[in-house]
Every structure is written in structure tokens, then in C-alpha cells.
């Protein structure tokens, strides 16, 4: 029985460039991705477990470099479905594909976030005009149509950064810190002082994990302080911090 696999998960596979990859929910070499270019703007994606059964199918941006056509692809496009039960057929196959093809994910993800397409033009699914046109309130996708009445609502729309899930690590870039600004860190990340100390005189990634907004937020504090810090892994979210249109996503 296959079963959904977490945005944490997907994240750390797709970080991995030799297949079969390592699943992160049951440790086993066993996961496997799949991508599909079908626009320079769309593509689809499959992640999946042999072992565990865990896997994930959603649309994604295709990094830069895919290049791929149909013909090259080691699976017939109308044997695809949202199971990866096909390609679970043709493991060995797509692994060997993907091993020499994927480099990575490479875009930054809000260059085509869908709170940025708000509203848009669309094609209406009852009369087949050109007059559609679709919103964002929150979560919710709004499709109305002036020319039929045409109307629907639909839930459940994310942007990325309203669906990361993966945890976040400050490590701090300054060479020499005041007692102050080490202070600053301990309280800000809820550290042990001698932790901080300890961590930034040995180059060493600070243990505190934080889901992005918190992340985020923590970053920008200590930046203020005058201290020079990156996220690990680093976030492909460029236009965080200015985006007015983002909703209050999970934090600690």
C-alpha cells in the first residue's frame, strides 16, 4: 500500500544526485525521483520508496539544465498516473537515467510562486472561453467566469514556503563575535552560551533547528546585531522577506 511521504522527506531526496537515493523515512537505498518537463515553467515530479512505500507526486518548475525531451524518456508518458506504480516497473531503468541527467533543483522558487499569478487569466472548464479568471484568498482558489457564470471553489493552495516543512540550521559566518553578540545568539536560538561560543570558535553549524519562518525571522534579528550569519540547507525563497502576499506559516 503506497502512502504519502512528507515535504521534509521529498526535500532530502531531491538533494541527492545518485539513484537509487537513500529514503530518509526508513534509511534504506531504496528512493527513487522521476521528473517530466513539460514546459520550461512546468514539469511533474515523482518521489518514491521501494521499501517503505512512501512517496509524493506534485508539479514543480524543472530545474534549468533539464533539457529532455519525450523521445529520451525511459517512460511512455501515458503510462503515468499519480501512484508510481509504473515506475516502480522500470526502477532500475529511471535510476540509471536520473544518475546521469539530475543535477538538482536550481530556481528559485518564488519566481513562479502562484500567490505571484494573482489573478490570472484561464481557460473557463464550462464553456471553453477565454474570459475565465482565477484568484487566491488565502488557501482557497476562486475560478469564475463572466461570459457562462461559470463558478467554483477549490481548497488547499499553497505557496512553497507555506508548505516547507524542513528544518532549518543557523551557522555563523562572523570570525570574532563580542561577548554581547554571543549573548545575542544564545538567546535568540535558545542556546547554551559556552554551545555558541564552542561552535563558533570551531566553524561548526549552531544544533538549534527552526522551520523556516522562524528561520527566517532569526537571521534577520542577528543580521541586525551586525552579525553575519547563512541558513543550512540554504532556502531557494529570494523574495521572502518582501513578499506581502505569503500566509503566517508554522513556526516553533
Known amino acids: 500500500m503506497w502512502h504519502g511521504m512528507t515535504g521534509e522527506a521529498e526535500d532530502k531526496v531531491l538533494k541527492q544526485c545518485s539513484f537509487p537515493a537513500i529514503c530518509p523515512s526508513c534509511c534504506h537505498r531504496d528512493a527513487h525521483i522521476y521528473i517530466v518537463k513539460y514546459t520550461e515553467l512546468r514539469g511533474g515530479c515523482w518521489i518514491w520508496c521501494s ?88 488557501p482557497c482558489l476562486f475560478l469564475r467566469c463572466p461570459d457562462c457564470g461559470y463558478e467554483v471553489i477549490g481548497g488547499s493552495f499553497y505557496a512553497p514556503c507555506e508548505r516547507d516543512d524542513q528544518k532549518y540550521r543557523l551557522q555563523i559566518l562572523s570570525g570574532r563575535l563580542s561577548k554581547e553578540q554571543i549573548l545575542a545568539v544564545g538567546r535568540c536560538l535558545k542556546l547554551p ?60
Open 193 to 252: 552560551v559556552l554551545e555558541v561560543k564552542k561552535s563558533i570558535e570551531q566553524d561548526k553549524i549552531l544544533s538549534r533547528e527552526l522551520y523556516l519562518g522562524s528561520a527566517m525571522e532569526a537571521k534577520e534579528l542577528l543580521e541586525r546585531k551586525g552579525i553575519l550569519c547563512e541558513l543550512l540547507p540554504k532556502p531557494r525563497y529570494g523574495k521572502y522577506r518582501e513578499c506581502d502576499r505569503k500566509m503566517e506559516i508554522h513556526k516553533e
Open 51 to 138: 521499501h517503505c512505500r512512501e512517496f509524493s507526486h506534485f508539479s514543480i518548475r524543472p530545474p534549468s539544465y533539464w533539457e529532455n525531451g519525450e523521445t529520451e524518456e525511459p517512460v511512455d508518458r501515458s503510462n503515468l498516473s499519480a501512484l508510481p506504480i509504473r515506475l516502480e516497473e522500470q526502477k532500475e531503468v529511471i535510476d540509471a537515467y536520473m544518475t546521469l541527467h539530475y543535477r538538482g533543483m536550481d530556481h528559485d522558487l518564488c519566481e513562479d510562486c502562484i500567490r505571484n499569478r494573482n489573478p490570472w487569466d484561464v481557460v473557463c472548464p464550462g464553456c471553453h472561453g477565454k474570459n475565465g479568471q482565477a484568484w487566491l484568498d488565502g
